[in-house]
């Protein structure tokens, strides 16, 4: 039985269609992340299946039970839904264990579990306002998992942390994956964190739902130009090369390319397929490199874990199996 179940949901703001008919169900236990630009309607979404934002159209089912939305009950928001947003709410002053007393139902080594998979256990003595964002993020999201949820809905949980304090929430979303059964829905503008954490993806754009799928499907098959750029880099592929690698032609009157992740381009010279070119320009990534090559006039983008000096002359190989057609953005 599906735990959560979005039906044409519509909200207007003002004079902008924030969501426009969007449907979707998220199984019981199954991890959803939703993508889109900022403005795609993601956070408005997000806030209405919370019970925060009232909808203008289209229902909310939680075990095939309706959800009222603010307009329609006395206290919004839903006891088994949790919402941690971007701000890291917390009342200021209070104790750490003090916030966590108000708000806990569970027992004393349920508690404790929670406190310890969220990395706070150590701080409950410290005012909230003494805290790290980090540190705020994970109390408030311990908060939140103390009241005994079983939807919980993360609105950019990385966007206001730095990179230490990043890899510190993944590792306590990927310990609550281990030990909770949660049914969860993040809105992230990290495609790194959607694409590890996710079992389906949600593509947004302008309030609608333009495509789903698993990470692997919208990463390397997606459908739009849209979805392949908020889920990493890619690479439109010139219609000479195109036609080099016996790609079928596509009519010239659709607004539609043929694409490829740049670190399925592979630097070789023993294939059977392959381009010759020039290395224009190398950039230093950490873990690997991204190196341009001009080939007949055009630039190809290739990740690579060797370096290439500018000018180096190298060879080319794409599987047209990593290719793909796109729908590219008006």
């Not at 008919?21 to 998220?26: A, E, Q, T």
């Not at 075990?63 to 949790?82: F, R, V, Y």
């Not at 966590?100 to 998979?117: P, Q, R």
């Amino acid at each position: 039985m599906p735990k959560l179940r979005v039906d044409r949901l519509f909200k207007k703001l003002n004079t902008t269609i924030a969501v426009d008919g969007v449907s979707f169900i998220v199984p019981e236990g199954e991890k959803l992340a939703i993508a889109g630009s900022t403005g795609s309607g993601k956070t408005t979404l997000l806030k209405i299946i919370a019970g925060f934002l009232q909808s203008d159209g289209g229902e909310v089912f939680l075990h095939d039970k309706k959800l009222l939305g603010p307009d329609e009950k006395l206290m919004p928001g839903h006891p088994e839904i949790a919402y941690l947003s971007q701000h890291f709410e917390l009342r200021n002053n209070y104790r750490v264990e003090e916030v966590m007393e108000y708000s806990n139902k569970l027992s004393g080594d349920e508690a404790d579990e929670i406190l310890h998979i969220c990395r706070v256990d150590h701080l409950l003595k410290r005012k909230t306002n003494e805290l790290s964002g980090g540190e705020r993020q994970r109390a408030a999201l311990a908060r939140l998992l103390l009241t005994n949820p079983t939807v919980l809905l993360l609105d950019e949980p990385f966007s206001n942390l730095d990179n230490i304090s990043k890899k510190v929430i993944r590792e306590v979303l990927g310990d609550m994956r281990q030990k909770l059964q949660l049914t969860e829905i993040m809105v992230s503008h990290d495609p790194e964190e959607i694409l590890a954490w996710a079992d389906q993806i949600l593509i947004m754009k302008n309030g609608k739902l333009i495509e789903q799928g698993t990470p692997e499907q919208l990463y390397r098959y997606p459908l739009f130009e849209y979805t392949a750029s908020l889920l990493g880099r890619y690479q439109v592929i010139p219609e000479n090369i195109a036609s080099h690698l016996g790609l079928s032609p596509i009519d010239p009157t659709q607004n539609v390319k043929w694409m490829i992740r740049p670190e399925k381009i592979k630097l070789s010279s023993s294939q059977i397929i392959s381009l010759t070119g020039k290395v224009i320009s190398r950039h230093f990534f950490g873990l690997h490199f991204i190196i341009v090559v001009r080939v007949n006039d055009e630039l190809l983008s290739v990740f690579s874990v060797d370096d290439f000096n500018t000018g180096t002359i190298v060879e080319i190989y794409i599987d047209p199996a990593d290719c793909c057609r796109i729908r590219m953005n008006n």
